[in-house]
């Protein structure tokens, strides 16, 4: 017997049942409160076309939709173990909090990680621990022989979050952390909001592809506008974003029903529409266009640190760009370099799985290109992607990053648990959803403290790794002291992965060599 059919003969025998009871006993009835429901909705489901499972399963069909629903958090609380979850594993995630909660972030008993695993990373320390501990304040002054107004930057910053793909109370809390902390909030390419300038913190505006903030009505880039928010004393650094990591290529994606009409004043964007940002930039076509477009923005700004982000792809691509560095004399302050594996409120799946060069590898060839053509002294670097703890800081410095700025950590500082809702509006915790109600949750005071406090562990976490490593500065960090476990008998530092590239190597005339 089908469950189709199982599901008319118990209707009917139920009905007959009542039925009968109710010859007896009439107050019976009151129970088809609980069961006409489910039988007109057996019924419905039978004559469904669109769904497979519910037709042939009547009301019990249903029932697979609901653990879909809850799969998420059925996987992360009863399946899946301290090592395993996905993007960001429980152990990373404890870290996080603890930090954050300024908790006991010790773990007990040794660890669990599979240190003869294929991809296992660790620091080689140094029986000769540095002790001259007055080196190092934490600080990277970011500014090349054309700024005017260099900034010293925390090694440690918010990585690229707009509002609207954020919560007004997420935003005011990480700016506020950032404020207490002395560290930099990136706008994201979603412009400077009311809620990044109240509580004063130090701000990276990111210039996107959609020119948000300082766009015309048609959507091309407007000097004026850029000029009026760029010499704002809360903007430190200008960030021209060319890809992110999590999507590169596509361009940005703000869902209809986040697109308030304050969002929408704010980026100059018509309200409850989806925003999608060009995949490329209409001002500049080429990597001369992209110089001359850095020098203007630093000219605009009155003279502060202009850089780029981008994730890797063609590598030939940013060849040319360090070609262009060196014959129009234009060089950016800062490049960002974003991993593969950065996040995303929203993208394509293909986009996040299969597009983009991961951060090591891409971090290590910008690093070895800059130095190459002996750029790397006035070109500060800043790593991006599943940065977490003390640890991801000191990998990324030894491949020859002086900065790293973290997103999702943040995020999580915020009280974000990773339930994978950051595209539909219904974030439980206010971080990343415009409605009211849910961004209630989201006590600004008490999570902007945490967001300091995440930061500050973190960076204590680095400090102590490169003291343990016999550095006294991050300076010292080379790619030898970062080894990893290529097969099971088989370790390799990172200088044997990742051969360094001595500076002025390269030649401008020699591509294909370089490449090679």
């Known amino acids: ?281 209409s001002t500049f076509s080429s990597p001369e266009g992209l110089m001359d477009f850095v020098k203007l923005l630093r000219e605009k700004s009155g003279g502060k640190p202009v850089g780029f982000k981008l994730c890797v792809g063609k590598k030939e691509e940013f060849l040319y760009i360090c070609k262009a560095m060196v014959s129009s004399g234009i060089k950016p302050d800062f490049i960002t370099v974003d991993g593969g594996e950065g996040g995303t409120g929203a993208a394509p799946v293909e986009f996040s799985n299969s597009l983009g060069m991961p951060l090591r590898d891409g971090l290590a060839f910008v690093i070895d290109t800059l130095n190459g053509y002996d750029l790397k002294k006035d070109i500060k670097v800043i790593a991006s992607g599943k940065i977490f703890g003390g640890f991801h800081i000191a990998r990324a410095v030894a491949l020859g990053a002086d900065m790293v700025s973290s997103a999702r950590a943040m995020m999580m500082s915020l009280g974000c648990i990773q339930a994978l809702q950051c595209n539909s509006n219904v974030c439980p915790v206010g971080v990343a959803t415009q409605n009211k109600s849910l961004m209630k949750g989201l006590d600004v005071e008490d999570k902007a403290q945490r967001v300091e406090n995440y930061h500050e562990g973190t960076m204590n976490s680095f400090k102590e790794l490169m003291y343990a490593a016999g550095a006294s500065e991050p300076s010292e960090l080379k790619r030898k002291h970062i080894n990893r476990r290529v097969s099971m008998n088989t370790v390799m530092h990172y200088d044997e992965i990742f051969p360094p590239v001595a500076p002025g190597a390269y030649h401008i005339e020699q591509p294909e060599k370089e490449l090679a």
């Not at 009905?15 to 009871?21: A, F, N, Y």
């Not at 005017?148 to 793909?165: D, E, F, H, V």
Request: charged share 20%; net charge positive.
């Open 1 to 281: 017997m089908t469950v189709r059919k199982g599901f008319k003969v118990v209707t009917l025998a139920v009905l007959v049942i009542l039925g009968s009871i109710a010859l007896i006993w009439p107050p019976v009835l009151w129970s088809m409160v609980l069961f006409l429901p489910l039988i007109i909705l057996g019924f419905v489901d039978m004559s469904d076309k669109k769904h497979a499972i519910v037709s042939n399963f009547p009301v019990l069909g249903h029932l697979r939709y609901i653990l879909e629903s809850i799969r998420p958090e059925i996987q992360q609380y009863f399946v899946e173990t301290d090592v395993e979850g996905a993007p960001i594993n429980r152990i990373f995630r404890s870290l996080i909090y603890q930090r954050a909660k300024k908790v006991n972030d010790t773990t007990p008993f040794g660890t669990k990680m599979n240190v003869y695993a294929e991809g296992y990373e660790w620091m080689g320390h140094s029986m000769y621990a540095a002790k001259d501990h007055t080196k190092f304040n934490g600080r990277v002054l970011v500014g090349g022989p054309d700024c005017k107004k260099p900034y010293s930057a925390s090694m440690l910053n918010i990585s690229a979050m707009s509002y609207g793909s954020l919560s007004k109370n997420a935003i005011l809390a990480l700016n506020k952390g950032a404020k207490a902390g002395n560290f930099a909030h990136n706008t994201g390419e979603g412009s400077i909001s009311p809620f990044h300038l109240e509580p004063g913190g130090d701000l990276i505006w990111q210039i996107g592809t959609g020119y948000f903030g300082c766009r015309n009505e048609d959507g091309t880039f407007s000097e004026d506008m850029f000029a009026e928010k760029a010499t704002m004393d809360n903007v430190k650094m200008i960030e021209i974003k060319l890809s992110q990591g999590a999507k590169p290529g596509h361009g940005g994606i703000l869902p209809a029903s986040k697109n308030t009409e304050e969002i929408a004043k704010i980026r100059g964007v018509k309200p409850f529409t989806d925003v999608h940002s060009p995949p490329t930039h």
